[in-house]
């Protein structure tokens, strides 16, 4: 097990800032990468924070992830949470913990964001505290590297 984090971020997120400031916040994904970094340092964590449109791409980090052995993914996979097949496989074909997060509640919205793909191969899921919930996913990857999540 390595001190990795890969922090994997689906369609559209990378628009994060510009548009639904009511919905998900002000951050742009850059000043979650900084606050991250950061974060990650005092944790002693290395991050690779990533983003793409293109649900292959998604899968090929979450190979990527396991061929390095990294300590945890957090997934934010967007709207292909409600629909990916792929990534569901993906997860469960690596031995590493992906921790789900939502900048949203997915479940206090339509209909259509309450199943998610990823939730039942996750480790955890964290959603609904904006920008901190990428935060509390850091620290719950700390807290795995330690043995003391569960
Ligand atoms: O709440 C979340 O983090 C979501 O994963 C965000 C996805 C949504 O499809 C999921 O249901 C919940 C959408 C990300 C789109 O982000 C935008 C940001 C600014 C402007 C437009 C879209």
Redesign the pocket.
């Known amino acids: 097990m390595s001190d990795l984090v890969l922090v994997l971020n689906g ?3 990378n ?2 800032g ?3 400031p009511h919905i ?1 916040g002000h951050d742009t994904l850059d000043s979650i990468a900084a606050a991250l970094s950061d974060q990650a340092e005092a944790l002693g964590i290395e991050i690779d924070l990533r983003q793409s449109n293109h649900e292959g791409h998604l899968v090929d980090w979450l190979h990527e992830a396991g061929g390095r052995s990294a300590l945890a993914v957090i997934l ?4 292909y ?2 629909t990916s097949v792929a990534i569901h496989d993906a997860i469960k074909a690596i031995a590493v913990p992906v921790i789900e ?4 509640n ?1 479940h206090a ?1 339509e209909a259509f ?1 309450h199943t998610s793909f990823i939730s039942p191969v996750a480790k955890g899921v964290i ?1 609904g505290f904006g920008a901190r919930s990428y935060a509390l996913a850091l620290d719950a990857a700390a807290a795995l590297r330690q043995g003391t999540a569960q």
């Open positions: 369609p559209n997120l628009l994060l510009s548009r639904e998900y934010n996979a967007g709207a949470t409600h997060v939502h900048l949203s997915p919205r964001r959603s």
